[in-house]
């Protein structure tokens, strides 16, 4: 009986996924943003979404370097600490970075159980890329 209920349970939580962002019963408890933000790290950016980074590539060099680490294979969430520590910018510095990559959509944040933990976005995984194409096409001038 319980087996049933856990299976409703799961059953009505994904028939329901885009509707909700935490569910719990029956010992099951999904938070459906953890979900959505694992699911995007693991896909390539929409054509829709590359067309808005290439008209968005302005990233100062830092901003650069945090989107690398918010990239970082096996990670879909980062601390500040661990982000500060990675690029060597001030844990101040970086917090601010976060927040304005946020605001341009490239970043989004969520709650971790040792604080605050920050993701890259599909849009901001396809602003980095290109602005990765720009600084290499740049030096291939610059040298050729």
Same mark, same amino acid.
């Given at each position: 009986?319980?087996? @049933?209920?856990?299976a409703?349970? &799961?059953?009505l939580?994904?028939s329901?996924?885009?509707k909700i962002?935490k569910f =719990?019963?029956?010992?099951?408890? @999904?938070?459906?943003?953890?979900?959505?933000?694992?699911?995007e790290?693991?896909?390539?950016?929409?054509i829709?979404?590359?067309?808005e980074?290439k @008209?968005? &590539?302005e990233?100062t060099?830092?901003?650069?370097?945090i989107?690398?680490?918010?990239?970082?294979?096996?990670?879909?969430w980062?601390?500040?600490n661990t982000?500060a520590?990675?690029t060597g910018i001030s =844990? @101040?510095?970086?917090?601010d970075?976060?927040?304005?990559?946020m605001?341009?959509?490239?970043?989004k944040?969520? =709650?971790?159980?040792?604080?605050? &933990?920050?993701?890259?976005?599909a849009v901001?995984?396809?602003?980095?890329?290109?602005?990765?194409?720009?600084?290499?096409h740049?030096? &291939?001038?610059?040298?050729g």
């Open positions: 009986m319980g087996l @049933a209920i856990l409703g349970s &799961i059953g939580a994904f329901n996924i885009d962002s =719990k019963g029956a010992g099951f408890e @999904a938070e459906m943003n953890m979900v959505h933000t694992m699911l790290n693991q896909t390539e950016p929409t829709e979404q590359k067309e980074a @008209a968005q &590539i990233l060099h830092d901003e650069n370097c989107l690398i680490c918010l990239q970082k294979s096996g990670y879909t980062r601390y500040i982000i520590s990675e =844990k @101040a510095e970086t917090t970075y976060l927040h304005s990559l605001n341009k959509g490239f970043a944040n969520g =709650k971790g159980s040792k604080g605050e &933990i920050w993701a890259i976005t901001g995984k396809s602003v980095q890329e290109q602005h990765q194409l720009n600084t290499h740049m030096k &291939i001038k610059r040298n």
